[in-house]
């Protein structure tokens, strides 16, 4: 279970991974920093960060921080209702290096390496790394999964409206919203 000590630990350092990447936040920005463990306690493997700046009917903007090496799960968005198709991402790079691992052909020697003991929930390894500056769309309903590389990384999400309670992990293990 994720204390409050190491939520403001983890806040902490998603700052610090924010700075680095001369992402200004205010005050009450950096207070609402999500904390996602996804119900694992194994934060430091397996979750992220996240700041949501917007998400109203239409669009949604994100900031993404994850730790050196820290993965956030195989998951997709479905389509909800009759009329949302589900959400389409586009993850751009703004620090450090993104592992984002997609539907596809698998590269021989995939960069990422899944969190032992969960390798199993894995199931796309189609490799896409993304540098600063670089940037992937997904559309609705893609199975989807990425690791940041050893220093850690900064991903700015743009995107139509986000229910991540809806989110479908493989891992049955998982619960989005802790």
């Known amino acids: ?53 917007i998400n109203t009917e239409r669009c949604c903007a994100k900031e993404l921080a994850l730790l050196p090496r820290q993965t956030f799960p195989e998951h997709r968005h479905p389509r909800i209702g009759r009329i949302n198709p589900g959400k389409e991402e586009t993850f751009r790079c703004r620090w450090g290096k993104i592992y984002l691992y997609v539907p596809g052909l698998k590269k021989n020697s995939p960069k990422a390496v899944p969190p032992r003991d969960r390798e199993d929930t894995y199931t796309v ?12 769309t997904l559309k609705p ?35 989005r919203i802790t």
């Open 1 to 53: 279970m994720l204390t409050k000590e190491n939520a403001n630990r983890y806040r902490k350092q998603a700052i610090a991974l924010y700075n680095n990447a001369n992402i200004i936040l205010t005050e009450d920005e950096k207070k609402e920093i999500e904390i996602a463990d996804l119900g694992l306690g194994q934060f430091e493997k397996t979750g992220m960060s996240v700041l949501v700046y």
């Open 125 to 136: 390894w189609h490799e896409i790394e993304l540098n600063p500056g670089e940037q992937y």
């Open 141 to 175: 309903d893609t199975l989807h999964w990425f690791q940041s590389g050893p220093e850690g990384a900064v991903v700015s999400e743009f995107s139509t409206s986000s229910f991540d309670e809806k989110d479908i992990f493989t891992d049955p293990e998982i619960q």
